[in-house]
Antibody
Framework: EVKLQQSGDELVRPGASVKMSCKAS????????MHWVKQSPGQGLEWIGT????????SYNQKFKGKATLTADKSSNTAYMELSRLTSEDSAVYYC??????????WGQGTLVTVSS | DTVLTQSPALAVSPGERVTISCRAS??????MHWYQQKPGQQPTLLIY???NLESGVPARFSGSGSGTDFTLTIDPVEADDTATYYC?????????FGGGTKLELK
């Protein structure tokens, strides 16, 4: 069974950074790209970017370049996303999702990031 | 970016047939997928490549369309189908999602 277990919710100050994780199990981590998706409160879904763990190649939505940094640790089957220079606009739920074919087949449970002083 | 437009909300009675539409601002071939999201939960895949039912999803769900116009149909609707439904295209980069259609049961 494929499972994506995300790290816990975060409360962070404006201007700070936050790094969240997504631990994969039930499949070969290096066989599939890992994607990240943002869901703002009461809003829809936005694709942030993706990392191919096998070759550590990343691709970002232009909107999130400079905001998000994606990494992966093959030894622990874990993907990470760091968000920098946080503002209230970054308060959202962030999901990791495994791409199966051309669609998001499996999703993590989400990490809620709240930016507040 | 490819904009996907969905009607914001629908209300139907259990047992009825409901169609949820998704219109793309440019052709996405058949690389359109549908997800269901219940409150407080992550999205789950329902339909991939416009018309293929994901394993484990009830046959009450079906999808159709190509190019710019797509439809998700639920027939018959059950109480458990109360959720927000999102379309998502993967033909053009970046992948984009529709704004979601909130389905409520009367």
């Amino acid at each position: 069974e494929v499972k994506l277990q995300q790290s816990g919710d975060e409360l962070v100050r404006p201007g700070a950074s936050v790094k969240m994780s997504c631990k994969a199990s039930g499949y070969t981590f290096t066989d599939y790209a890992m994607h990240w998706v943002k869901q703002s409160p009461g809003q829809g879904l936005e694709w942030i970017g993706t990392i191919i763990p096998l070759i550590d190649t990343t691709s970002y939505n232009q909107k999130f370049k400079g905001k998000a940094t994606l990494t992966a640790d093959k030894s622990s089957n874990t993907a990470y996303m760091e968000l920098s220079r946080l503002t209230s606009e970054d308060s959202a739920v962030y999901y990791c999702a495994q791409l199966g074919g051309n669609w998001f087949a499996y999703w993590g449970q989400g990490t809620l990031v709240t930016v507040s002083s | 970016d490819t904009v996907l437009t969905q009607s914001p909300a629908l209300a139907v009675s259990p047992g009825e047939r409901v169609t949820i539409s998704c219109r793309a601002s440019e052709s996405v071939s058949t690389l359109m997928h549908w997800y269901q999201q219940k409150p407080g939960q992550q999205p789950t895949l329902l339909i991939y490549l416009a018309s293929n039912l994901e394993s484990g999803v009830p046959a009450r769900f079906s999808g159709s369309g190509s190019g710019t116009d797509f439809t998700l149909t639920i027939d018959p609707v059950e109480a458990d189908d109360t959720a927000t439904y999102y379309c998502q295209q993967s033909w053009n980069d970046p992948p984009t999602f529709g704004g979601g259609t909130k389905l409520e049961l009367k």
